[in-house]
């Protein structure tokens, strides 16, 4: 099992970016994925999460200016920020459903 | 939300060393499709958190068996029975019983 983030940066408050996880070695469309996050230097905080039938659920902190999605035929799980705040500023995680699996991590910065 | 305390902060110990980190959840973490879903994640300096139990008791596949969990309903332990030096980073309960998933503060295990 693989998941790889990518799409992380620098960005102005504001602004919108989006984030992919690449998911390899098991079966995708099977399994609910999470989105994470971690300040620096703090603890995890839980962004979103979408099921396998792409129900979605948010995090109040997110609720609005962030989506969920996946692409089944891609193996592939998003989270589009946007309206960013510098308090969104951390280490995006993607996990599947359990926290059995995560991926590297991709860092995002809100700051102008 | 359910909100997890985790206890110490933060633990020093010797190799060879036996530690318990405690983590009490604010509900019980039963009636998780017939299991209860809380999770003991392990966090190494820059890397992306590991899964070492699951569900309360099971470890996951590869982890050494000096790690052992323990509880039920709203109080679990982690215990490391001696404690080897790629044991340090922060160790953090997770839950996911209710939605949404929570973790615990974390605890930051150091090597004397």
């Known amino acids: 099992v693989q998941l790889v983030e990518s799409g992380g940066g620098l960005v102005q408050p504001g602004k919108s970016l989006k984030l992919s996880c690449s998911a390899s070695g098991f079966t995708f469309n099977s399994y609910g994925m999470h989105w994470i996050r971690q300040a620096p230097g703090k603890g995890l905080d839980w962004v979103a999460y979408i099921s396998s039938s792409s129900g979605t659920v948010y995090a109040d902190a997110v609720k609005g200016r962030f989506t969920i999605s996946r692409d089944n035929a891609k193996n592939t799980l998003y989270l589009q920020l946007n309206s960013l705040k510098s308090e969104d500023t951390a280490i995006y995680y993607c996990a599947r459903i359990g926290g059995d699996y995560w991926g590297q991590g991709v860092m995002v910065t809100v700051s102008s | 939300d359910v909100v997890l305390t985790q206890t110490p902060p933060t633990l020093s110990a010797t190799i060879g060393q036996s530690v318990s980190i405690s983590c009490r959840s604010s509900?019980?973490?039963?009636?998780?499709?017939?299991?209860?879903?809380l999770n003991w994640l392990l966090q190494r300096p820059g890397q992306s958190p590991q899964l070492l139990i699951y569900?309360?008791?099971n470890l996951e596949s590869g982890v050494p068996n000096r790690f052992s969990g323990s509880g039920s309903e709203t109080d679990f332990t982690l215990k490391i029975s001696g404690v080897e030096a790629e044991d340090l980073g922060v160790y953090y309960c997770?839950?996911?019983?209710?939605?949404?998933?929570?973790f615990g503060s974390g605890t930051k295990l150091e090597i004397k």
């Open positions: 569900s309360v008791s």
């Open positions: 509900q019980s973490l039963l009636d998780c499709d017939g299991d209860t879903c």
């Open positions: 997770m839950q996911a019983t209710h939605a949404p998933l929570t």
